[in-house]
């Protein structure tokens, strides 16, 4: 949890701002994951830090939700493109 927790700082993940009147907090908690090797044996403990987003109501809480993603047809084509022109 702690390295989690570092890795959330050193990313700059959130800006503390103060809470506007009326609002109310999101709370968020710990989830668990133990990843294994092929054969069984651990390979290594995992924790996350979510948001109980199913708390949030929307338009009260939220107006849009955005999540970028790239295909990877476009990432290729922008990799050549910039190995073209060096």
């Given amino acids: ?10 990313n ?10 009326g609002k109310t907090l999101i709370g968020c ?3 668990y994951k133990v990843k294994h090797w092929s054969d ?12 109980k987003g199913f708390t ?3 338009g009260i809480d939220y107006q849009d939700t955005f999540s970028p ?6 990432v290729c084509c922008l990799l050549a493109l910039a190995a073209a022109r060096g």
């Fill in 1 to 10: 949890m702690q390295s989690e927790l570092q890795a959330l700082q050193h």
């Fill in 12 to 21: 700059d993940t959130w800006s503390l701002t103060p809470l506007p009147t």
């Fill in 29 to 31: 908690r710990w989830v």
């Fill in 40 to 51: 069984g044996s651990v390979e290594r403990l995992k924790a996350r830090l979510v948001v």
């Fill in 56 to 58: 949030q109501l929307e």
């Fill in 69 to 74: 993603t790239a295909k990877i047809v476009s």
